[in-house]
């Protein structure tokens, strides 16, 4: 009797982390590269343009449509979601994402700051090497100017 509780008790955790990691996948597809982007554009976050564009709606409509589920469910529900969306999405790229390399660049810069920090900083180093082993060739005494 006791192995079969603990079953049922693993099996509705089974249950409830393949569900939230059903979500998760979701949110992440709208999220990503191919979803939904904030807009750059919008009045408070850019969720409601963002949003628009996407689906391809009247951003006036899509901005009623928030304001009235706000007047009517609260602050709780919609005012929420629509903090955790402004956080969540992504800001739409400033040009156009013409190619697929053009969409990986910007999605493995948009991913983790710190690591594209660290490569910026590395190609500036970089640069600043090459540009001081080109000082050094050029002052050198041995440097021809002719």
């Known amino acids: 009797m006791r192995r079969h509780r603990r079953y049922k008790g693993h099996h509705s955790f089974k249950t409830y982390n393949h569900r939230y990691h059903a979500l998760k996948d979701r949110l992440n597809t709208l999220a990503s590269s191919h979803g939904i982007y904030r807009s750059r554009k919008g009045l408070f976050m850019g ?5 628009a564009e996407h689906l391809e709606l009247s951003v006036f409509w899509t901005r009623m449509i928030v304001l ?43 991913r983790s700051r710190e690591s594209a920090i660290q490569r910026i900083k590395r190609k500036y180093d970089n640069i600043e090497r090459r540009i001081q082993r080109m000082e050094h060739t050029v002052t050198s005494r041995e440097f021809d100017w002719k």
């Open 47 to 51: 969720v409601c343009r963002g949003i």
């Open 68 to 110: 009235v589920l706000f007047l009517f469910t609260g602050f709780w529900p919609v005012g929420v979601i629509y903090i955790l969306a402004g956080l969540l999405l992504k800001m739409e790229p400033v040009s156009a994402l013409n190619t697929e390399k053009d969409q990986e660049f910007y999605d493995s810069y948009t």
